[in-house]
């Protein structure tokens, strides 16, 4: 069945930069597109970007000069690395497959920046 | 951006009750909207797309309607494992963008 796993470190340092992995299965990343979406506590989502089938990328503007996202179809991966993080980033980060609605969700990993 | 408005921000209501949760574009976005459930702890769950279309294994008292920039999702007979979060998501237009939520409770 389809699934996907996010991973990465809870806890980053303003100013660094956050690297996550989301592990795929029951699916191909050459067959389907892979978003990352980020909530705050108590908040609505935000979509951040988005790996497409293809390998094209496509991100948010509000987020465009501090991210990327990149992916290893060998192993199933797509990464998210976000540079330049602040206290307003902490939130829960999920990636979700999906054309235009997110059928499929990651657990999500909680993301917390703090000195 | 198109921004999402949802209304009411929380709501209260009796088990048996119909409850409707409504959305507001700030442009036409040609019914490419869903819904979304979300429990504490858990990720989102996509209960309703194109406005009307109900997702797989989603319980047949969950609804959507509308069109242009006004849309609603309905909750007939609520039950007690509705209590949740409810969040519209449209994507007619880049970003993709999520209404702030709807937070349902019983009374």
Redesign the interface.
Known sequence: QVQLKESGPGLVQPSETLSLTCTVSGFSLTSYSV?WVRQPSG?????MGRMWYDGDT?Y???LKSRLSISRDTSKNQVFLKMNSLQTDDTGTY?CTRGP????Y????TLVTVSS | DIQMTQSPASLSASLGETVTIECRASEDIYSNLAWYQQKPGNSPQLLIYDANSLADGVPSRFSGSGSGTQYSLKINSLQSEDVASYFCQQYNNYPPTFGAGTKLELK
Not at chain 1, 105 to 108: A, F, I, M, P, R
């Open positions: 978003s908040k609505g989502p935000e979509w496509a948010n503007s509000a999920y235009n609605w997110f059928a969700w990651g657990q999500g």
